[in-house]
């Protein structure tokens, strides 16, 4: 009887054992089984955020109703581009530029991928690429923000809604940001972030369809204001989601970061995840450099063109073959003779 109320007490610590029997009745519950190499995580949810995304995606699914009802034809063409607008932001900006320096840009780019990532709405650069660092850094582990062990719902937007584990702060803290330190246009967007994203995520874009072609200011804030933001924040955290979770591995094998044809498209050239992680440095954050499934590319080809890019970083196929034979999957194939179209 001591040994039932002692064990009744701590039921969750129990691992129950196949076929044992238990005859008392504090048993009679069914044991819950705690595999000793699974760690278990204490979800400090931030109330505020999980009310913001549901109202958001709720909210959305109204601006998508519109869409299709009611928004002038030009409007949903605008949604789109706008999408790709501030996506080039995130993609170009956010990531390739300053969270892995994989080419060099002159002012007014900076400044203009500046303003596209204010409209993105995904943290100013600094902490975007604070977090982004850490997840290369620590990739997969406690010390990644969007770890993705922890499942698809945590690495997409469970991680958003609870407060950070605290290996982030603490191995976090062993990244260098002196290199954003140093750029003014990283500076004052952070400065002034507050001001800078309901102009870009939200006046600009409503104010145009209404503006241009009489588009109805409603149907602009819930179609090109909300929607297009809640699905170009969907589509960029399935890079940390689908993108670690389902594809293939052709370049390494032993990490989670897959090659996913689907997030390419919706991420606008991010999806080749496996390569990226491979290859952080390379400006096309994939081997080649197909333009449908890479529009970064294609922008930061047509930026090198004007010369607002320079000393764009690759890898050449040498090394990437090497690697490939190392510790790929076997999935790869040699296109590279394909055109880039
Ligand atoms: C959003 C971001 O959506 C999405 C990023 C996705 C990245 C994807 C990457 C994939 C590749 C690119 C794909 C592009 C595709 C684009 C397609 C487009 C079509 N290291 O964070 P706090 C320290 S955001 C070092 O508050 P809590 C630091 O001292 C969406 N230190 O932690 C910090 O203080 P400070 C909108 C770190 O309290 C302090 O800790 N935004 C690090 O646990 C506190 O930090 C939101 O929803 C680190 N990594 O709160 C807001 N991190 O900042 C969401 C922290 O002063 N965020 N420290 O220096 C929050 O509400 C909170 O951050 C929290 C955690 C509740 C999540
Ligand atoms: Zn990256
Ligand atoms: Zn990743």
């Not at 803290?173 to 952070?190: C, G, H």
């Not at 179609?223 to 389902?246: D, M």
């Not at 040498?318 to 055109?339: F, L, P």
Request: aromatic share 16%; hydrophobic share 45%; proline share 4%.
């Amino acid at each position: 009887l001591f040994l039932a109320e002692a064990r009744s007490a701590e039921p969750v610590q129990i691992i129950s054992t196949p076929g044992a029997q238990h005859s008392y009745k504090s048993y009679q519950k069914p044991l819950k089984t705690v595999k000793s190499n699974v760690p278990t995580y204490k979800w400090d949810i931030v109330w505020t955020n999980v009310l913001i995304f549901f109202v958001l995606h709720s909210v959305s699914l109204y601006g998508a109703w519109l869409m299709i009802t009611q928004a002038i034809w030009r409007t949903n063409i605008f949604f789109y581009l706008y999408g790709v607008f501030t996506g080039m932001g995130i993609t170009a900006g956010a990531h390739r530029l300053w969270a892995h320096r994989t080419y060099r840009a002159k002012l007014p780019l900076r400044i203009l991928l500046m303003f596209c990532q204010s409209g993105a709405l995904q943290n100013h650069i600094y902490e975007w690429v604070r977090d982004h660092r850490v997840h290369h850094k620590f990739t997969d582990t406690d010390a990644d923000p969007h770890n993705s062990r922890r499942g698809f719902f945590f690495s997409h937007i469970g991680w958003l809604m609870v407060k950070k584990h605290k290996d982030v702060f603490i191995k976090g803290k062993t990244v260098d940001l002196s290199d954003l330190e140093a750029d003014p246009v990283v500076m004052f967007q952070r400065k002034y972030y507050l001001l800078l994203v309901p102009i870009f995520c939200f006046i600009i874009p409503v104010l145009i369809p209404w503006y241009f072609w009489n588009e109805d200011l409603w149907v602009s804030w819930y179609v090109v204001g909300i929607a297009r933001y809640t699905l170009t924040l969907n589509f960029t955290w399935l890079v940390n989601s689908a993108a670690h979770i389902y594809g293939s591995k052709p370049y390494d094998n032993t990490i989670s970061p897959t090659e996913n044809m689907f997030v390419s498209w919706a991420a606008v050239g991010e999806g080749w995840h496996n390569y990226h992680h491979v290859f952080p440095w390379d400006y096309k954050a994939a081997e080649l450099g197909n333009y449908r499934l890479n529009v970064t590319t294609a922008f930061l080809d047509f930026m090198a063109k004007i010369g607002w890019a320079y000393d764009l970083k690759t890898v050449s196929s040498e090394m990437v073959k090497k690697r490939v034979q190392r510790t790929g999957d076997g999935s790869w194939v040699d296109d590279s003779s394909s055109t880039s179209i």
